[in-house]
């Protein structure tokens, strides 16, 4: 199983940015897909995840009205749509996968991790 996440890169506060997240290995459906951040300095923390494709998405309180996660069944992808981005949306962007689906999303553990890809948002 693996995970590469791309998108990232440099926006300026108030743009937006589109992560992906394309699966290999398996097939994802029936699995839980989950966004995690780090940054600087800071622990991990938790985005954005779906429990299984057609279940539902959640969202991290501050997140929710900013950014939407989505998957693409056909093409083994996850996808984080970021918008109005701030400074502090400034970290390395994970996504994590677990076939125990609603399990993981309430645990917030994942088996699968993907490599991580960095978003800087200038102000």
């Known amino acids: 199983v693996q995970l590469q996440a791309s998108g990232g890169g440099l926006a300026q506060a108030g743009g937006s940015l589109r992560l992906s997240c394309a699966a290999s290995g398996r097939t994802f459906s029936g699995y839980a897909m989950g966004w995690f951040r780090q940054a600087p300095g800071k622990e991990r923390e938790f985005v954005a995840a779906?429990?299984?494709?057609?279940?539902?998405?959640y969202y991290r309180d501050s997140m929710k009205d900013r950014f939407t996660m989505s998957r693409d069944d056909a093409k083994n992808t996850v996808y984080l749509q970021m918008s109005n981005l701030k400074p502090e949306d400034t970290a390395v962007y994970f996504c994590?996968?677990?076939?125990?689906?609603?399990?993981?999303?309430?645990?917030?553990?994942?088996?699968?991790w993907g490599q991580g890809t960095r978003v800087t948002v200038s102000s």
């Open positions: 994590a996968a677990d076939p125990r689906a609603l399990q993981a999303v309430i645990s917030g553990t994942y088996n699968y």
């Open positions: 779906s429990s299984f494709s057609g279940g539902s998405t």
